[in-house]
C-alpha cells in the first residue's frame, strides 16, 4: 500500500526507515487529471511490489518537500535508493513506472 505523507517530519522518517529500499514517491495534487488516472495503477504497483516504499506526497500540503524535489509538473515520480535519488521522470506513463521500478530494485 502506498502511504500518504503528511508533512516534511513524516516524509524524513519513512525514508530513514527505508534503508537500502527502493523508495518511490508519488508527487501528485488532487486537482490534476493525469494523478487521477494513474492513481488507482500506483496503488496496485505498491501491492505488487512489495518490496519497494511508495510513498505520495500532495504537492499543496507538502509544498515544502515539492520545492526541495524541483517539482514543476504532476504527476511526477522520484526515486531514491540510499537516500539518494536516482531517477525522476514526469507523466502518468504506467508502463514506464512499472519498467523503472523493475529494473532499480
Known sequence: MAVHIK?????VSKLNDA???????????????PC??????????????NNI??????VDECEDIAVEYNITSMPTFVFVKNQSVVLQ????????LRQTIVDLK
Request: proline share 2%; hydrophobic share 45%; aromatic share 14%.
Open 7 to 11: 508533512d516534511r517530519d513524516d516524509f
Open 19 to 33: 534503508g537500502d529500499s527502493l523508495v518511490v514517491i508519488n508527487f501528485f495534487a488532487t486537482w490534476c487529471g
Open 36 to 49: 487521477k488516472m494513474i492513481g488507482p495503477k500506483v496503488e496496485d504497483l505498491a501491492k505488487e511490489f
Open 53 to 58: 516504499l511508495l510513498l505520495k506526497v500532495d
Open 89 to 96: 521522470f514526469s507523466g502518468a506513463n504506467y508502463d514506464k
